[in-house]
């Protein structure tokens, strides 16, 4: 799997809320002309769970029609039904999705063995090669560096999103995963850098929306020895990887995209905009990083 950039898109809506497929193909088609690695969507950026089957086929369709060959497409499951993950995954398979991303079932709460029989089932099922997806703040279950580990030994399991910001824990994985098959990203923008330092794979980046030719760049960078332009690059767009995270993601992301006049739209319910204090705090960000 190539490393660098992966965006977590988000899905742009229009004023009633549906599904915005002309802000879709714009969005898709920046990303592409910025240089991105990949693109990741339908996770929680992308409001997965707050979409209709229908639509979660639709927005890997469009990204598809746009992108193909042009970047690495990697969907997300976002679903604790196996049955579901399954039949997600074959579609994006038929769609013609590269890869496909898949969240550690959550809600559950399933132990250990729970969690890598879930994995090994749908891996032998899928035709497409499997990231595995943790964000314990999100499903409160931990994909821990042991469970990873077992995982990293199947064929058919070529790497993890993990959404651990503790650097402790990303290194722990990649260093018992250094002779397999098996490559880190890591979920959080602000340990991109770090992460690719320590021997990761990049990042599944929210601030891809708002800067990706920058992302790509800043990995180009560290891939290539060039470490202290990297290290430029990292502290001059900090505060932007910061402010996305502000309340809910993708609240400042999507205000930060409408800020910049490109289609974001609003959120579904029960998600609600960022409060107006962030989001000036998020226009004022932009501005000092003259991106407006």
């Keep these: 799997m190539k490393k660098g950039a992966y965006t977590l898109l988000i899905t742009p809506f229009k004023e009633d809320l549906s599904l915005d497929e002309e802000g879709l193909r714009l969005l898709v088609r920046r990303q592409v002309e910025a240089g991105v690695h990949g693109l990741a969507p339908l ?6 769970t707050l979409l209709t089957d229908e ?12 992108a193909k060959g042009k970047c690495v497409i990697v ?3 976002c679903t604790e039904n196996l049955t579901v993950a399954k039949e997600r995954a074959t579609k994006y398979k038929e769609l013609g999705a590269d890869y496909v991303s898949v969240f550690v079932p959550y809600f559950v709460l399933p132990k250990a063995d729970g969690i890598i029989n879930f994995y090994t089932e749908l891996a032998n099922h899928s035709e497409l090669p499997i990231v595995l997806h943790g964000a314990k703040t999100r499903t409160g279950v931990e994909l821990t560096p042991e469970i990873s580990t077992t995982l990293a030994k199947h064929p058919n399991i070529v790497g993890i999103k993990d959404g651990n910001k503790d650097l402790g824990h990303l290194s722990k994985v990649i260093h018992l995963t250094r002779n397999d098959d098996f490559i880190l990203f890591t979920g959080k923008d602000t340990t991109a850098y770090a992460t690719a330092l320590m021997g990761g794979a990049g990042t ?3 601030a891809g929306n708002i800067v990706p030719e920058y992302m790509a760049r800043m990995l180009d960078l560290v891939f290539e020895g060039k470490h202290l332009e990297a290290k430029e690059m990292h502290h001059q767009y900090f505060e ?9 993601n993708p609240m400042a992301a999507k205000a930060a995209l409408n800020i910049m006049g490109l289609p974001a739209g609003g959120l579904r319910p029960p998600l609600t905009p960022l409060s107006e204090g962030n989001t000036e705090k998020v226009r004022q960000i932009l501005q000092n990083c003259k991106l407006i």
């Design 240 to 248: 932007v990887f910061d402010s996305l995270r502000f309340e809910t």
């Design 43 to 48: 996770g929680v950026t992308g409001e997965n």
């Design 204 to 206: 599944f980046t929210v």
């Design 55 to 66: 639509e979660v086929y639709r927005v890997v369709e469009i990204i598809v029609e746009e």
């Design 75 to 77: 969907p997300d499951t």
